[in-house]
């Protein structure tokens, strides 16, 4: 059972949310669904990058009385590594500004078409 | 037919290529060299339980401000974006009317919603939860206050001033930092404290609760946008 730990289970599952995040951008024919994809396909790479941040056995990054004892603060090999979780945080921002933005599209394309499917935006189709 | 199997075939490759780096992946063992020394010296240089905390507000603080930044480049795309007629602004739309339900479980819920985004962002440095995700929970209360009133107006005036003032602290926070202790965003203008307590680790809970601040306003800010533009559909 070398396999069943954190790290992998993390990376299995950002992977797979990955591809179904990219599935539903490839073929879902509705513009709320396909903002649905590009939120599952983020929340995949943040679980991805998180993951290879994992050290076996190792707990979350913060001090307090189960890690450390006072007086004695150096966790160093009690800990998983915090800078992933620090830059996904940073990730996490960022994918809530792209999805608000592309909400913001989706309510000025419908306000065009009075539709959301995407067949029907064919301006630029010859 | 054709599309489909493409399709398939895209999304095999990609998992072929996933799989290859699936496989390379070796689990580790121990900490790289810079989470190493956050590890080791964190507590003693930053004060803060959350070595999370510590990293994204103190090591990376320049990067934060990156991230606020980012925050508000959105809130103003989108007001810009969504801007409305003068002749829309007038409007009021017929909704439906919100269940009895909602409308009173948003009434209890609220001021607590609120409570609880406030000691998520004060607590950033000691428990798993900062600026950000405080600012979130905030206007998820918002959010809910929207959906129980649907023709609520939310006051833009407090909103913007809450956003100007916590995003000119969180500067100005900064700049003292170079002034009085080691550089941009150094968290020791003020004594670090007793380590695990509320009032320690310097500046983060200050800096943290402008974050959640503006990050709630923010937020809301956009929520409003997104309420007034169905005026023109």
């Known amino acids: 059972m070398e396999f069943i730990n954190l790290g992998n289970i993390g990376l299995i599952i950002g992977f797979l949310l990955i591809i179904v995040g990219f599935w539903g951008v490839l073929t879902q024919k509705n513009i709320i669904k396909i903002i649905i994809g590009f939120s599952i396909l983020n929340t995949g790479i943040n679980l991805l990058i998180v993951s290879l941040g994992y050290v076996k056995g190792k707990t979350a990054p913060i001090i307090d009385a189960t890690i450390a004892t006072e007086g004695n603060y150096n966790v160093a090999d009690k800990i998983v590594d915090p800078v992933p979780q620090a830059l996904v945080l940073t990730a996490i921002v960022i994918g809530f500004g792209i999805t608000a933005l592309m909400l913001a599209y989706a309510m000025k394309l419908y306000k065009a078409k009075k539709s959301l499917e995407i067949n029907k935006f064919n301006d630029l189709k010859w | 037919?054709?599309?489909?199997?493409?399709?398939?075939?895209?999304?095999?490759?990609?998992?072929?290529?996933?799989?290859?780096?699936?496989?390379?992946?070796?689990?580790?063992?121990?900490?790289?060299?810079?989470?190493?020394?956050?590890?080791?010296?964190?507590?003693?240089?930053?004060?803060?339980?959350?070595?999370?905390?510590?990293?994204?507000?103190?090591?990376?603080?320049?990067?934060?401000?990156?991230?606020?930044?980012?925050?508000?480049?959105?809130?103003?795309?989108?007001?810009?974006?969504?801007?409305?007629?003068?002749?829309?602004?007038?409007?009021?739309?017929?909704?439906?009317?919100?269940?009895?339900?909602?409308?009173?479980?948003?009434?209890?819920?609220?001021?607590?919603?609120?409570?609880?985004?406030?000691?998520?962002?004060?607590?950033?440095?000691?428990?798993?939860?900062?600026?950000?995700?405080?600012?979130?929970?905030?206007?998820t209360g918002v959010a809910l206050m929207i959906l129980a009133n649907p023709n609520i107006k939310l006051n833009y005036?407090?909103?913007?001033?809450?956003?100007?003032?916590?995003?000119?602290?969180?500067?100005?926070?900064?700049?003292?930092?170079?002034?009085?202790?080691?550089?941009?965003?150094?968290?020791?203008?003020?004594?670090?404290?007793?380590?695990?307590?509320?009032?320690?680790?310097?500046?983060?809970?200050i800096i943290y609760s402008f974050v959640g601040l503006k990050v709630g306003a923010e937020i809301s800010n956009i929520l409003n946008k997104y309420q007034k533009s169905q005026k023109e559909l």
Do not use: C
């Open chain 2, 1 to 139: 037919m054709l599309k489909n199997t493409l399709m398939t075939l895209v999304l095999l490759v990609m998992a072929y290529l996933f799989y290859g780096l699936y496989d390379g992946y070796e689990l580790r063992d121990s900490l790289s060299g810079i989470s190493e020394h956050f590890a080791t010296k964190g507590a003693e240089e930053v004060g803060a339980a959350n070595l999370v905390t510590a990293v994204v507000v103190t090591y990376r603080g320049f990067d934060t401000l990156g991230e606020v930044t980012i925050l508000f480049l959105t809130a103003s795309i989108i007001a810009f974006f969504l801007k409305l007629k003068d002749e829309d602004f007038e409007k009021t739309i017929e909704h439906r009317d919100t269940s009895e339900l909602l409308e009173t479980a948003s009434k209890i819920l609220i001021p607590v919603i609120f409570l609880f985004g406030i000691y998520v962002f004060i607590n950033g440095h000691l428990t798993p939860g900062g600026g950000f995700q405080g600012g979130a929970i905030i206007a």
């Open chain 2, 157 to 205: 005036n407090v909103i913007h001033w809450v956003e100007s003032i916590s995003g000119v602290s969180f500067v100005i926070i900064g700049i003292l930092g170079i002034l009085l202790a080691g550089g941009f965003l150094d968290n020791k203008i003020i004594g670090l404290g007793k380590f695990g307590e509320l009032f320690s680790a310097g500046a983060i809970p």
